[in-house]
């Protein structure tokens, strides 16, 4: 039974900025800095793609910052609208039935009324390895995936907290902007690729050109100055997206203490978790930060390349609440 | 220029009313649905039980004083009219239902069938069910209360006709509830 004399704290304090974060106002910066992520990649990709113009075709200029800002509103498209559907093919996620998987049903739609939001769709990955993770754009569209493992590892408050933390990805919007940064990574990679491309390509007819009428040393500057930002522009990129989801996990589990009014469920949870001995789960690197932990273990840190806060801190945190 | 002034603070003042008033409103209907989320669970408990009893009497046929206390909660539960009521009827089926569960533990052969044991994991998934709803409706009753008895919402309850909601109390018997395994 759920200890509801238990009082939680409806605030939390952010371990990155010290600020206090009242829960339930975590969704409105969520959702602003979607829209500010989706303004500031538009504006990177067509900065890059004005700065290619300058080097290979200053007359196409329009062209190649149309090309790029196309590029960026696409990913985020994809992002928004079929950024579950990717993530549920990637990790072979099968749809849940009421029949095979009914404690997990029960509790999904038991927990989703303490949360207030709308039973997520529910997937299972048939792995032996406990994890879940949390998909979708907003509460309405809420994806929760958890793998067979999981199921069997945890009793019935456990799987409770769980679910709680990944319905705190769902209520938060958490899933909305790790989708849109996934989207970023992807966006700015795939453009890296294609001038990358294009300057091999581009060098060629650069140098056959020969004679140097529209080379000068300001276009070598701008030359070396875009070769730059290709190559930091992803790296930055990936050390975001990990700050950004290693933070997160912090508010999800406060979160979902809040929703279940029992952080020891979450606590036991995370404990069960890290004495898993087996074979960790595989899925593609892409989705690891996504994860309730992660499979690697080393990733569960906290240095900056980590994805998740070291499973210790989490559960100490969950014990003082 | 005096009327415009008069006129604008009037408006002003309008505009405030009307926020405060959907606030209200809003949280009225919250802490309404959230009741009914209840509700709704508590009409699929009550579905559960005539398989529950069937089942559990194929097994257990003589402990009637059980089955008696199952079905007169059962109709406390149909017969109740108001929030209270449903609320003293769900909790006399809590305890019910609690006894009728423990039977398994003295038959082995119950404990085993497998139709028991989906109800069981079914009676368990919405006794959780109503837990959670229950939660949540008390935070929206909190919620309202906190909106209609402070400044500026007290102002507009009065008027508006709008009183403090009771919670919803969790019986001691339901608290220590056995924790149902379904592995």
Redesign the interface.
Known sequence: ??A?SVRIPEAITDVVTGRKISLLDWKATNQRASILLVVFLVGLLASIGYLVAQVFEPGAALFFVGFASLLALSQSAVAFWAGDRVVLVASGARPANRDEH??L???T???S??A?VPRPKLYVIDSEAPNAFATGRDPNHGVVVVTTGLI?LL???EL?GVIAHELAHVKNYDILLMSLLAATVGAIVLLRDIVFRSMRFGGRRYRSAGGGSRGGKSQMVVFVLLALLMILAPVLAVALRMAVSRRREYLADATGAYIT?NPEGLARALEKLLEYRGAPLAVSEGLRHMLFVNPVRALNAANIFATHPPLEDRIDRLRRM | MTTIIILAILAGIAVFAIGIFNRIVTLENRFENAWSQIDVQLKRRGDLIPNLVETVQGYASHEKEVFEQVARSRQAMLSAGSVPESAEAANMMTAALGRLLALSESYPDLKANENFRVLQEELAGIESKIAYARQFYNDAVLQYNNAIETIPGVLLAGPMNKKEQVFLEIPETERQAPQVSFS
């Open positions: 039974m759920k509801e009914r404690y049903v029960n509790i739609e038991a927990v009324i303490g207030g069997a009793d019935r408050q409770e009014r």
